[in-house]
């Protein structure tokens, strides 16, 4: 009987402890955890991490702080109270500032994991935000400067992936409700999965400037099933197009026809360009794929110019980067010639949307002069911009996303032709230029590009395909030499004094031409 | 004339080669070549920030009055990249600097050279340089 009863005992108890374990989740394969996948957090930790009444645009939800409420200093509390009455001018998310950690975790919004065993890398639909997690014991390079994300250094305690996040600046909230905290925060945070489809997130925030002891957040984060990739949401770029400051261009953007002027579009133009040979002594991974991991950068060359260019104000001659056609001048229509040359004029300088702080789009990602880190975890090359924009390279999908979603950014398909990486792109929006002097990219463009691994970086080319702008498909080409070091971060709008300048002379060149009428 | 001088000799040495690196604009859509300007002045505030940092600093003019002065440099990221810590440059510190004015005629300029008094150059090159 006694046994019996230990048994029965045993069972419940077993049950219990099974979900603990987690026996049934996917790991990598050496038994690690495999957090990779589409997450959003289920909470209401957003609007406030504290219990909350509804107010509007806030719905109603309970503490996921251990013990209920944060244990304020009572002048902190204070200054959260002032932020929470004050919120709608106040709160940095309404400015569509970098949300910081962990605001970022319980935002409705989803987002992607990608795992690699030296990196973990989180990239959010809000905005392109993104974290890079360093992962295999990388000391931290940069220590002391603070940044609105925080950097971030992981590791694994058993099942758990625990990440230590310092250097977070003082700007950000960490909900809606002004809750904050201080420079010298240090925020631990822990994500167990509990099965194939939960990860429970916690995160122990120390700052004893702010708080009177620890506390920690706990809610779950739950696998999305309803997508294969994350959508674009840019929050600033809405508020602008929403409220007149960045301007709709008919003939470029979505769904903009083909200009029934235009020369007819050769598709067939400089389709055999060779390839540069690809060394033997390039890294590979375990399994002989190429590695490309690591940190890039172009110096902005072409960000200046595509063409070959003679002495222009401060930049000085270049060759260009345009290898097909081999007279390295760009193919345009006329009307988008006239264009580019316009957009040179001072007051054109407001429309660039990198002026703006909105991602570069592509192929200029890879040319702005700032670095960008490539990850190749399983199934995907995941692009972190240190702009503060990403992009993830499908490996396995073989199809775009249908015609009508057009994302900034695109939509990227890889797949390799030997020790090639050969990246399909479609879906733009049309809204980027494909450089600072004002080079002319339109929806209609298709992208393919080119990573040819060399010894000590690869090659990029991009041939981009733009039957509304150009007359046939035109092929750019440039080194990509790797890089020592680790990504910062580059808080653009956040910071952002130059648009108001850009603004005045646009203005200024406005009312001219409205008094010459 | 002087001016246009400083920023002849600078141009020759290339010390205007594009820029701040970082650049997220059209450096000529917001700052004039045919406006160089040289200040000197003490520094009220550096902002280390991207997409570009910003140097405050007051500036006496010729009837005595201050005007404050915004100067924009180089990404903090680009700076920290070669060692540079915002101490490097505490307020009160007296600076030189060269650089050109913005078009919509604010206080504002980009600068491309930043002197102390005793003539070291500050954020160009490798900090260590100057450390030493």
Known sequence: MKVRQFLICLVPLLAGALPAMAQDIPRTADGTPFLQGIWQAQTRAAFSLEDHVARHNMQAGLSVVAGGSIPYQDWAREKQQANFANRAELDPLNKCYLPGVPRIMAMPWPFQIFQTPEHVAITFEWTQVYRLIYAGGQEQMYPGFEHWMGDSRGHWEGDTFVVVVRDSNDRSWMDAAGNFHSIGAVITERYTMEDADTIRYEATIDDPEVFTESWTISYPLVRQTDMDRLLEYQCQAEVEEANGAFERVDNLWYPAPIPEENIPFDASAGADLPLPAVPADIPRHADGTPDLTGLYTQGGIANYGLEKRENLALFPPANGVIIDPVDGVLPYQRWARAEMLERREPWRGYDDPTAHCFVAGIPRSHYVPSPYMILQPPGYTVVLHERMSYRVIDMNRREHLPDSIRLWMGDALGHWEGDVLVIESANYNGKAWQNELGDVTSHAQTVREYYIPQADGFVYRATVSDPIAYSRPWTMQMPMPRQDGELLEVACLEDNNDLEHLRDVRDEHRATLSEEQ | ?132
């Open chain 2, 1 to 132: 004339m002087k001016l246009q001088g400083i920023a002849r000799l600078l141009l020759l040495s290339c010390i205007f080669y594009p820029v701040s690196g970082f650049s997220h604009h059209s450096f000529s859509a917001e700052f004039d070549i045919e406006q160089p300007i040289a200040l000197t002045g003490k520094v009220t505030r550096m902002q280390w920030s991207n997409p570009h940092g910003w140097i405050y600093i007051d500036v006496e003019n010729d009837d005595g009055s201050v005007t404050n002065w915004a100067l924009e440099t180089s990404a903090a990221n680009n700076l920290i990249r070669r060692g540079w810590k915002r101490e490097d440059l505490p307020a009160g510190t007296t600076i030189v600097v060269e650089g050109f004015r913005a078009r919509n005629g604010t206080p504002t300029a980009n600068i491309r050279g930043i002197q102390l008094e005793d003539g070291r150059r500050l954020f160009s090159g490798n900090a260590e340089e100057l450390r030493n």
